[in-house]
């Protein structure tokens, strides 16, 4: 039967399809947290009568504006951009920019929705935003993406600043958009401060901001491991994505001697018998950072390397599965094929890349299952650390750095467990590290919220 609970959660959600009708993906998010959240709200009477739950699922301001870029061959072409400024209410505005097709409102009410939360949980002075454009910079010349980051940070560039709106990257936005991105705005506004994170290590970038997401990843994977008394030397991993996140939690995972068996991209994956090495690792960072190819390249220059077109990780039996691509790339039937593989722990590398069936099928099995706005965080909080860097104009040394992000890992695995542990486990005892979560970020966001007044 459904509790009262069940029912409030229900009519809440019904109320934002209709306010934020076609957008299936923000829906989504929304439903997780509100699951989560719903009994504290219910809980606590200053919530409720501050009405913090319609306020929080409602973006601050989304702006939409059009990119007219020239390509090589002097054609015109028009995308479309936005900025969505979800909540400052701990701090600027922050998080990455998307460059990519399937880039839509929902997709960026999404992210920006996640990452309210995610910057709640790394205890910084962050707020949560997202931006992007349905630009699509695969097949592009170097000279076409700087046109385009230029003709977008026009616009762009007059709606951020260091304690307004602090952008980064994600899919589609490395340090070459970066860098361009951040050229445009140095000159327009003539000011060279830190309005971007993700810089270059030379001109004001973070040491480790490029490891950050990955290696937090893998972080948050190894205490929920370390949680149960396990570890992670010598199990069987698989990874999905081969960009910065997948790329930075294999060298991790390396590190920590367990064994890689798979990275992929849109198109396919690879699988690896023996374990990825250090050697196919750097081969691979060089193809997708520099000479900006696809994974099936690997398979042509390893021997121990098999290409599996179409393939997706999920059916390579593992005891650790890290999805690093993209939202929704693990579905309910593909959970129970890990599930059916032996798979013990998953850590959400990308953001929301599990189905929610898929995320009840992980835990109905008692499946470690730690979400992006917990396991993803380091690369956000990482970029709070480049943010602290530029306003006090020095740089701290990369063991400084790292350190610091596993300190903030640590806690925020700890914040899991306090609100996500005991009568609130899931099956065989096992820690909800989606409630965790959820409250926890929700909870400072809130209180923040009632100091702060009506806004
Ligand atoms: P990159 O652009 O560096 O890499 C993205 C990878 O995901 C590529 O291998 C890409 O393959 C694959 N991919 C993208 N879209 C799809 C799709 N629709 N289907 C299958 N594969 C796809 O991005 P990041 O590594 O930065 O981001 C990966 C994920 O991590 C995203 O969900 C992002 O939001 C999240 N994230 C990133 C952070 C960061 O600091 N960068 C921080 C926290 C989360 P292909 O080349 O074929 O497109
Ligand atoms: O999803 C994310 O947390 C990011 N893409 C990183 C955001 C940031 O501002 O570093």
């Known amino acids: 039967m459904a509790s009262s609970t069940d029912h409030e959660v229900a009519a809440f959600v019904a109320q934002v399809e209709i306010s934020s009708e076609h957008q299936p993906e923000f829906l989504q998010a929304v439903h997780e947290v509100v699951e989560s959240v719903m009994p504290v ?9 501050a009405n913090i739950l319609e306020r929080l699922v409602e973006p601050d301001r989304l702006l939409r504006f059009r990119v007219t870029w020239e390509d090589d061959q002097g054609r015109v072409h028009v995308n479309r951009a936005y900025r969505v400024e979800f909540s400052n209410v701990l701090g600027p505005y922050k998080g990455g920019m998307r460059f990519h097709p399937t880039v839509n409102e929902s997709v960026l009410k999404f992210l920006g929705f996640e990452q309210v939360f995610k910057n709640s949980l790394t205890g910084l002075l962050m707020g949560g935003g997202k931006g992007g454009s349905d630009f699509d910079p695969k097949g592009k010349s170097d000279a076409e993406v700087r046109r385009f980051c230029e003709a977008l940070m026009l616009e762009l560039g007059r709606h951020i600043g260091p304690d307004t709106d602090v952008p980064a990257g994600d899919i589609g936005v490395g340090a070459r958009e970066v860098g361009y991105m951040f050229g445009a705005y140095r000159r327009l506004h003539n000011k060279h401060v830190g309005v971007l994170t993700g810089k270059g290590i030379g001109w004001g970038g973070s040491l480790i901001r490029t490891e950050a997401t990955g290696y937090g990843c893998v972080e948050f994977c190894r205490h929920m491991l370390e949680h149960t008394g396990d570890g992670f030397a010598g199990k069987k991993c698989v990874v999905s994505g081969s960009g910065n996140v997948a790329q930075h939690a294999a060298e991790k995972l390396i590190k920590l001697d367990a064994k890689v068996l798979s990275l992929s991209d849109s198109k396919g994956c690879i699988y690896v018998e023996d374990g990825l090495t250090t050697e196919h690792l750097e081969w691979i960072k060089d193809l997708k950072n520099n000479r900006r190819g696809r994974i099936h390249e690997a398979a042509d220059a390893f021997d121990g390397i098999e290409y599996r077109e179409g393939g997706e990780p999920w059916d390579i039996a ?30 959400e590398g990308a953001n929301m890349p599990v189905e929610a069936g898929g995320v009840a099928v992980f835990q109905q099995a008692g499946v470690l299952f730690g979400p992006g706005k917990a396991a993803n965080a380091g690369g956000v909080a990482v970029s709070g650390l480049e943010m602290a860097q530029n306003a006090g104009r020095l740089m701290w040394s990369a063991d400084k750095v790292e350190t610091q992000l596993e300190d903030i890992m640590r806690d925020i695995h700890a914040k899991c467990i306090e609100h996500g542990s005991g009568a609130h486990s899931t099956a065989k005892g096992v820690p909800d590290y989606v409630r965790g979560a959820n409250v926890g970020g929700f909870i400072r966001v809130a209180d923040a919220m009632l100091d702060q007044g009506l806004w």
Do not use: H
Not at 43 to 49: F, L
Not at 320 to 346: F, H, I, M, Y
């Open 41 to 49: 709200v219910l809980d606590n009477k200053t919530y409720q009568d």
């Open 318 to 347: 593992c005891d650790v599965a890290l999805p690093c691509a993209t939202q929704n790339e693990v579905s309910e039937d593909e959970a129970r094929r890990l599930v059916k593989g032996g798979v013990r722990a998953v850590a």
